[in-house]
């Protein structure tokens, strides 16, 4: 007799597989998003105990309501020159993405990934942290070398891989690096980059540094193992830390779902670790600052780490390598419940009487040229396809002190081939 003879009454086990609630042909509809009223969500002190955080992982902090008014307890008051900052920054952000991504499609890089619907994000949290904080990000937060001023310029001759890169083309087209500018390496391999931001923050804390550590992460890498190693250290240790969850609805074609959002949010996994966690509208600008700030002045109290989720929308394809169309339905962007950030801060400082339609636009033609000029300026050195020839030896650089004889024979050897291949001494 089989087992299956002996359990007769039992039912057949099946498995849940995750899908959207729509397709490519489907008219989107995002009813089933529960959207608070801005204002709605309290504000705990900065030194409350982790668990009065706790409701607000599944509710949603939001402080631009329908008018463009900032209301209730998270509004930060900014300054009229700071919130004009951050909306100047955000639009050179979109612009910088346009321009990328049509020179992508010109044949001028390889690979281009936009952050468009996410500006908000990126830019006021870098604006809520200390100018010397860390962050480890991404590879959709370049709003924040822009919010930080590191040189468009530079920024494009790293996407175009040419003689002015600063990182000799060892890395992906869009994956920067600045110390000076306390961005981190970014990382291909996902997830990688939230135990690293929780070790660069214990190691603050341990020299008794007062520098604090920010990592991102989107909701699809949080189904890796390094984002839950992560949270056992920063709980454990209670590291100085702000954990950031972009959840943007799409990891490449797969939709949240997949990571886990039909179960719990993003942000509700802070409750099983212990530690302070906040869901906040990732296209408000106001919101994104103000949260980040809480957790980060949190930290800088040695009260632990904070989980955020940004609750934001993904407008464009993952990459130019994607087609969202096959996966999901046209006008789905415009059908989000939150928005476009822009447009929000932008309605915001017009009703503050700061800000309006004329100097909106000359501002959009400003950025424009800024922008323009530092695609030529950087295009004076090369593009993607026109090199492969210039500083063949470098490649054996800057990773031993003294290189070891092998390399020594490898970098003569390509170095012969160069010259057999051109005719000449190569550069």
């Not at 998270?74 to 300054?79: K, N, Q, T, V, Y």
């Amino acid at each position: 007799m089989s087992d299956t003879d002996e359990r007769p009454n039992r039912p057949a086990l099946a498995l849940h597989v995750p899908e959207p609630s729509y397709r490519p042909g489907d008219a989107p509809d995002f009813s089933n998003v529960v959207v608070q009223r801005a204002g709605e969500a309290p504000r705990p002190d900065v030194a409350a105990p982790a668990g009065d955080t706790h409701s607000l992982t599944t509710q949603l902090v939001r402080v631009l309501d329908d008018d463009g008014r900032a209301v209730g307890p998270w509004d930060p008051r900014l300054s009229p020159d700071t919130l004009r900052q951050m909306l100047r920054h955000m639009k050179t952000v979109r612009v910088f993405d346009d321009r990328m991504y049509r020179a992508q499609r010109q044949g001028k890089t390889s690979f281009y990934m936009k952050c468009t619907g996410e500006e908000a994000i990126a830019v006021a949290a870098t604006h809520a942290l200390d100018r010397d904080d860390m962050h480890f990000p991404t590879y959709r937060q370049q709003g924040i070398l822009i919010a930080r001023g590191y040189p468009l310029e530079t920024m494009m001759c790293q996407i175009y891989s040419n003689a002015a890169d600063p990182l000799h083309g060892r890395q992906l087209p869009i994956m920067y690096s600045d110390r000076a500018h306390g961005f981190f390496s970014i990382s291909g391999n996902l997830g990688t980059q939230y135990p690293q931001a929780v070790g660069w923050a214990m190691a603050s804390a341990i020299k008794g540094d007062s520098r604090i550590a920010m990592g991102w992460i989107g909701e699809g890498a949080t189904a890796e193992g390094d984002f839950h190693s992560a949270l056992t250290f920063a709980s454990v240790y209670q590291a100085p830390v702000v954990l950031a969850v972009v959840n943007n609805q799409w990891a490449i074609s797969s939709f949240s779902g997949i990571a886990g959002a039909e179960q719990a949010t993003f942000a509700a996994r802070a409750v099983g670790y212990g530690i302070a966690g906040l869901r906040v509208d990732g296209n408000d600008a106001l919101a994104v600052y103000a949260a980040t700030r809480w957790a980060a002045d949190r930290a800088r109290l040695n009260k632990g780490p904070t989980l955020i989720e940004y609750f934001t929308y993904r407008a464009e394809g993952h990459s130019t390598s994607d087609d969202p169309t096959g996966y999901r339905p046209a006008g789905e962007a415009g059908a989000w419940p939150l928005g476009d950030p822009i447009a929000r801060l932008k309605a915001h400082l017009v009703t503050l009487s700061e800000w309006d339609d004329d100097r909106d636009t000359g501002q959009d033609k400003e950025i424009d040229k800024e922008v323009r000029a530092a695609q030529k300026a950087a295009e004076t050195n090369g593009v993607l396809p026109q090199q492969g020839f210039d500083r063949i030896g470098s490649m054996f650089e800057d990773v031993f002190a003294d290189t070891p004889w092998h390399l020594q024979e490898q970098r003569e050897q390509a170095l012969v081939e160069a010259r057999e291949f051109l005719g000449h001494e190569p550069s």
